[in-house]
Each structure stands twice: as structure tokens, then as C-alpha cells.
């Protein structure tokens, strides 16, 4: 079994790789800079903070579960605590270079950043569901490095702590508004993946799985297209405005209604056909989407 190796701190990244952390919790480094071992193999590494990658070189792979993601030039990978990575293919002579922001969790404590940290689901995306920038956007991404390494390097006083969180807050905003821009520039793509979403929904019911095995998750459809729950999530949401939980929904009621038409039926019949383990659940849900209950839909259609 492949050994997995803890990164408890920015400094276990800096470490191996000769590079100074410029603090215990947070630091921009110059991944040029890094002496990178000739021939590493492939080394899995268990993160236990948050980690933004800017590549710039060549030679470099990184696997996330099943899939490789070849990191390219003019990309961002993010990470975040809990993450096990596989990173190989360094090279004999490698090129390695772009930037690294890291910081701990503990840098958040107490914080406005640190409550709302996790609504920026990329930390949580697959790496080869990386943001791809364009020229101008990866202007902007080093512009915020370079301020939070001057903060570091230069100005270390009592402000120093809420400036290098504000423009680690700003970072993420731009990164959140590029990911909505790569979403809507996949607009084709992204249609191919909420078709697929519906048939495979439809299939699931229709085969009597949902008997079976009850109603969907979510990350069930997105295992299925290779997809990360949270990045699967929020493509939904980008090209649905409704949640991936919302549409399940939606399509189950939808379902519902034409078999609420065969008399031969009884609710709990199609309750059950559904994936509800109770029927009680599926006509609190069928009431709060139709406005009717079930029993009373039928009526109004018989």
C-alpha cells in the first residue's frame, strides 16, 4: 500500500522542497525556487491546510482519485485540509515554477474569513476540475500573491494579520467569479452534463432501482460523470438556479404526477416506485412543490 505522508503545516510543504515559509500559518512561495528531487516516483500526500497552486512550468502530474490532471501552464489547483493527493512525473530535469499560497486553518480562527471559508466550494473540487485563467486573470492572482508577500515581508505589525486575511478573502473572490466565467464559457459542455443528469435520473426511476435502493444522492450522479459533488453542485446550480438536490426533486415529482394518472396505482405504490421510504415524506414533498397533495391532485386530473 502506497505510503501517504502528513503535510501538518505550510512549513512540512517548505521543508522537503528547501523553501523558506515566511510565517507558521500562511506563506507565498516562488516554486522556482524549490530544489525538487530528480526522481520522486509517485508520492501521496494527506494535506492538513489550504493550498493554491499557480503553475507556470512543465513535467508535473497530479492524481486525484481515478482521473490525472495534467497541470498546465495558466491554471489553478486548490486544496484543502483533508485532501490526499498524488503528485508524479516531476521529471529528471524539472521545470517546476509558478507560486504556492498556503495556509492553516488556524489562521482563520475567530475571523469573518473563517466562517465563510467553506462556501468556496473549489477547496473541495477534484484537481482536474481545475480554473483555467486567462492572461488578465492571472494578472490579478499574482497581484494578490505579491501583496500578501510583501505584508509578510516587509510590514509585520499589529495590522499585519487582518490585511493578509482581507486580501486572502479578495484572492477568493476573484477566484470564485473566475470559476462563474469558465462555467458559463463551458456553456456547451456543461448542457451535455445536466441532459445527462436528467436521463440518467429518469433511468434510475423508470428501472426500479429507486425501489430498490431508494431515492438518489447527489454524488451518486456526479461519480458517474467523474465529477466532484460540490463541482457537480454548483454547475447544476450555475445552469439550472436550482440545487442538484433541488432538481432531483423536481424530476421526481414530475414522475410522480404522470403515474398519479394510472388509477391502478395507490400513492404509497408510487411513493415507493420513487425511492421514498415512507409515503408520508413523498406527500409532504409532492404538497410543498404542487401546492396540492397527491390524493387531491389526483382528483383534480381524474
Not at 2 to 18: A, M, Q, T
Not at 73 to 83: C, I, M, N, R, S
Not at 163 to 181: A, G, K
Request: charged share 25%; with cysteine.
Amino acid at each position: 500500500m502506497e505510503e501517504i505522508v502528513d503535510l501538518w503545516n505550510v512549513n512540512d510543504y517548505c521543508s522537503p522542497l528547501k523553501l523558506s515559509s515566511m510565517h507558521p500559518l500562511v506563506t507565498v512561495v516562488d516554486l522556482s525556487k524549490g530544489e525538487w528531487p530528480k526522481n520522486p516516483g509517485t508520492k501521496a500526500v494527506h494535506y492538513h491546510f489550504y493550498g493554491v497552486f499557480l503553475k507556470e512550468g512543465e513535467e508535473c502530474e497530479i492524481r486525484y482519485g481515478r482521473k490525472n490532471y495534467d497541470f498546465q501552464e495558466g491554471t489553478l489547483v486548490f486544496v484543502g485540509p483533508g485532501q490526499v493527493v498524488n503528485i508524479s512525473k516531476i521529471g529528471e530535469r524539472p521545470k517546476m515554477s509558478g507560486y504556492a499560497l498556503l495556509f492553516h486553518p488556524d489562521l482563520l480562527l475567530g475571523t469573518y474569513l473563517g466562517k465563510k471559508i467553506e462556501d468556496y466550494n473549489f477547496f473541495s473540487y477534484e484537481t482536474y476540475e481545475a480554473l483555467h485563467m486567462s492572461p488578465k486573470e492571472r494578472q490579478i492572482v499574482l497581484d494578490c500573491f505579491a501583496k500578501i508577500q510583501d505584508e509578510l515581508s516587509e510590514r509585520i505589525d499589529k495590522h499585519s494579520k487582518s490585511v493578509i486575511l482581507s486580501t486572502i478573502e479578495l484572492f477568493l473572490n476573484y477566484c470564485q467569479r473566475f470559476y462563474d466565467r469558465q462555467f458559463i464559457t463551458r456553456d456547451t459542455v456543461n448542457k451535455n452534463v445536466i441532459e445527462q443528469f436528467e436521463s440518467s435520473l429518469k433511468s434510475y426511476i423508470r428501472s426500479g432501482k429507486a425501489l430498490e435502493k431508494g431515492i438518489p444522492s447527489v454524488a451518486q450522479f456526479a461519480e458517474e460523470q467523474n465529477l466532484s459533488p460540490n463541482y457537480f453542485g454548483d454547475l447544476v446550480k450555475k445552469e439550472t438556479g436550482k440545487s442538484a438536490q433541488e432538481f432531483i426533486q423536481l424530476k421526481l415529482i414530475e414522475i410522480a404526477k404522470q403515474r398519479i394518472y394510472d388509477p391502478n396505482l395507490s400513492i404509497a405504490e408510487i411513493a415507493y416506485s420513487l425511492g421514498f421510504k415512507y409515503p408520508q415524506h413523498f406527500t409532504r414533498l409532492f404538497k410543498q412543490q404542487v401546492g396540492v397533495s397527491p390524493k387531491e391532485y389526483r382528483k383534480s386530473v381524474s
